[in-house]
């Protein structure tokens, strides 16, 4: 999932913490350039003060290398290589206390190593990065700075570990940081579909868990939109391609419509001919709650341009829960609630301009709604509701709907894509979210 960064103000290095540059890999990553504020050190001897520069220096440049994206597992695997060196290096400065006569050589080459593995990363820079000046310094920064260690290496001395252990803690809590600024944004692109599996009829839903763990990738699988009580689990996203089931519940009522959500190990969905939502537990296997919608339209009265029963759809986002259906105090345009996750009361409700019955599809992101014009081929995001400001924005975002015909499409938070049911496959989209990062001195 690619995210196009905007700066808002200048922050003197003195002041505060500054992302002042982006850029996107070719996987679709983001990075940005972090300048650090500075710090008075206190002044021992030549190569003290050397490594003290040296130690700025790293930190300033892994500030400027930060992965936003897990979309993808590569990417959550690229994020769990770099958390586990951390861990090694912490290790390692444990050892070096210990017996740093003996060990110190060799670590100060394994931190050589690891700024050589940055290397490849700019290339990846260059081709996507607008500001050829400032890559061209970052480029000469990483050459010195692999110099500089190997001159050290060559020249051991007496250095502050302590000092430089808690300054790999203090980046990688920066680090994360950084990451939770970044949770959020609006709309700006759809690429793909990726198709991910060709399987059942031509309505049908298909999701994993928003907030489920990392290791939990669990796919649930729900054909048709008004015939079957059957779901179908899967332990993996591998599994659910090879047909490869886990497990097979089948629910106490009928479902209509396929705007189902799986959310944090519970299904939501709406009962058949009626405008009632429940709560569904995998773990127990019974209903946990349930509420009707007032005045919700149901049973085909206001369902999206495809029809089959979706009057009423639930989904989640980065905010929670909301249900997304019409009424006919609203004259069957759409109304937008958000639902507390155990009783599935209504916290509060938004009543748009846009008519339920002429949008194909919508889904939430970062409490925003965005609905499509339509459900064919030409689609595009066309209108969109912030619950924030309460105000709406006509809005021109095409994608490609390659096989014609979509039947159900939702934003998951944590994978930040687009599962969509489009004619008997099953695809995923990718968003591009615009975003503006706030340092802490914006406050």
């Known amino acids: 999932f690619f995210f196009v960064l905007f700066f808002q103000t200048q922050i003197s290095p003195r002041e505060g913490w500054q992302v002042y540059s982006s850029a996107q890999d070719p996987d679709g990553?983001?990075?940005?350039?972090?300048?650090?504020?500075?710090?008075?050190?206190?002044?021992?001897?030549?190569?003290?003060?050397?490594?003290?520069?040296?130690?700025?220096?790293?930190?300033?440049?892994?500030?400027?290398?930060?992965?936003?994206?897990?979309?993808?597992?590569r990417d959550f695997q690229y994020v769990q290589k770099m958390e586990t060196q951390m861990k090694g290096l912490r290790s390692k400065f444990r050892q070096i206390e210990e017996d740093r006569k003996n060990l110190l050589?060799?670590?100060?080459q394994d931190l050589k190593e690891k700024m050589d593995e940055l290397q490849p990363l700019i290339p990846v820079l260059e081709q996507y990065k607008t500001d050829a000046r400032l890559i061209t310094q970052f480029k000469e920064e990483i050459r010195n700075l692999t110099g500089t260690l190997t001159t050290i290496q060559h020249e051991i001395g007496a250095f502050d570990y302590e000092e430089l252990h808690?300054?790999?803690?203090?980046?990688?809590?920066?680090?994360?940081?950084?990451?939770?600024?970044?949770?959020?944004?609006?709309?700006?692109?759809?690429?793909g579909p990726v198709t991910i599996k060709a399987s059942g009829p031509r309505f049908g839903?298909?999701?994993?868990?928003?907030i489920a763990s990392e290791k939990n990738n669990r796919v649930w699988y729900m054909e048709g939109f008004t015939t079957s009580k059957i779901v179908r689990e899967y332990k993996s996203m591998a599994d659910f391609v090879t047909g490869a089931e886990s497990r097979t519940y089948t629910l106490p009522v009928k479902w209509a419509g396929t705007s189902h959500l799986v959310y944090n190990g519970s299904l939501y969905f709406n009962k058949y001919q009626s405008n009632i939502i429940i709560k569904y537990s995998f773990g127990t296997g019974k209903i946990l709650a349930q509420r009707s919608l007032d005045n919700a339209g149901f049973n085909n009265v206001y369902p999206y341009t495809w029809g089959g029963y979706s009057d009423i759809d639930l989904m989640a986002d980065e905010f929670g829960l909301w249900a997304v259906y019409a009424t006919n105090q609203n004259a069957g345009n759409i109304v937008i609630s958000q639902l507390r996750q155990d009783t599935l009361e209504v916290l509060k409700s938004w009543s748009t301009g846009y008519p339920k019955r002429s949008?194909?599809?919508?889904?939430?992101?970062?409490?925003?709604?965005?609905?499509?014009?339509?459900?064919?081929?030409?689609a595009k995001v066309y209108y969109s509701y912030s619950t924030k400001s309460s105000t709406y924005e006509y809005m021109d975002i095409p994608f490609h709907n390659q096989y014609f015909h979509i039947s159900m499409l939702d934003y998951n938070a944590r994978d930040r894509a687009l599962y969509a049911w489009n004619n008997?496959?099953?695809?995923?989209?990718?968003?591009t979210l615009f975003h503006i990062i706030k340092t802490d001195s914006d406050v």
């Not at 599809?361 to 081929?377: A, D, K, P, Q, R």
């Not at 008997?424 to 968003?431: A, P, R």
Request: hydrophobic share 35%; proline share 2%.
């Open 29 to 73: 990553r983001c990075i940005c350039t972090v300048v650090a504020p500075e710090q008075n050190l206190c002044s021992r001897d030549a190569k003290s003060k050397q490594l003290r520069q040296l130690l700025e220096k790293v930190q300033n440049m892994s500030q400027s290398i930060e992965v936003l994206n897990l979309r993808t597992q």
């Open 105 to 108: 050589t060799r670590h100060f």
């Open 166 to 191: 808690q300054r790999v803690l203090g980046l990688e809590t920066r680090l994360r940081d950084c990451m939770k600024k970044l949770t959020c944004g609006k709309l700006m692109k759809i690429t």
């Open 205 to 210: 839903a298909w999701m994993t868990d928003p």
């Open 359 to 378: 949008a194909g599809e919508s889904f939430m992101i970062c409490g925003t709604l965005y609905v499509t014009n339509n459900h064919l081929t030409g």
């Open 424 to 431: 008997g496959h099953q695809v995923l989209f990718n968003v």
